[in-house]
């Protein structure tokens, strides 16, 4: 069987391919997640068969990427009835801080997520799909997450 994981939360847009959890597969494409998105998922449903989950991250970052991403593949997994699961990007950019607005990022600190400008010293990590995919990362709670609060 075959897994899709999408990490859309920032540029590049990044597709894992996973056969029996190990990646099969990687896709990497600049650009905005509702242009691309659907052409790549297009092509990849194309080529493989036997999709048995649906993956991607549901916070924090880019709230149009999150919505994007989450109405894409919810429609997706209704229609075809994959299963669903989302996960936080701190799993896949080793704990960095993840870009929010302005100069601000996303901190996670103990379980909490807050928004605050970084210091000069701490280093940003890029996402990266993993060579294995931990499903114990994943939930069924796939809403998307804002971390910040209403303007």
Do not use: Q, R
């Amino acid at each position: 069987m075959i897994d899709i994981f999408i990490i859309s939360i920032s540029n590049p847009l990044l597709i894992g391919i996973y056969k029996e959890n190990n990646l099969l597969e990687e896709i990497k494409i600049e650009g905005k997640t509702s242009d691309v998105l659907p052409v790549i998922i297009s092509e990849v449903l194309k080529k493989y068969e036997n999709i048995s989950g649906l993956y991607f991250v549901n916070s924090p970052g880019s709230y149009m990427a999150i919505k994007v991403a989450y109405i894409f593949l919810k429609t997706l997994s209704i229609a075809k009835d994959i299963p669903l699961y989302a996960s936080n990007g701190f799993n896949f950019n080793n704990n960095s801080p993840i870009k929010a607005l302005g100069k601000k990022y996303f901190i996670k600190e103990n379980d909490t997520i807050k928004v605050d400008f970084l210091d000069n010293d701490t280093k940003i990590h890029d996402f990266k799909l993993p060579n294995s995919l931990n499903k114990e990362l994943f939930s069924k709670n796939t809403l998307p997450i804002y971390n910040l609060p209403a303007v």
